[in-house]
């Protein structure tokens, strides 16, 4: 029978090792690169879904493909607005915000 190694530990509790405690500078950044990262993965999976490539959706919204390309792989930040035409205009979907505490 095998036993469980000690050096398992949850995602949770490896972030938390790897760039401190929530609400720490480190921790900070790393979320919000994550956010970012999520953000142009989520456009990326859209856009598949809707059978259009990054030149077809960069033409739809005005744009060019490599800014699209840019976003979807987390190359370059793009403003709420901006965000907000790639998803109605381009997308034909609702951009939602929301906060929690």
Request: glycine letters at 8%; proline letters at 0%; hydrophobic letters at 35%.
């Amino acid at each position: 029978m095998k036993t469980k190694s000690k050096n398992l530990m949850s995602l949770d509790q490896f972030i938390d090792q790897q760039y401190g405690e929530v609400g720490s500078a480190k921790r900070d950044e790393f979320e919000l690169g994550y956010e970012n990262f999520k953000i142009g993965s989520m456009l990326q999976e859209a856009r598949i879904q809707k059978g259009m490539t990054q030149e077809q959706l960069a033409e739809k919204v005005g744009s060019t493909k490599s800014y699209i390309s840019k976003i979807e792989n987390n190359v370059k930040e793009a403003r709420f607005s901006t965000l907000q035409k790639i998803v109605e205009i381009g997308l034909g979907g609702h951009l939602e915000l929301s906060i929690k505490f």
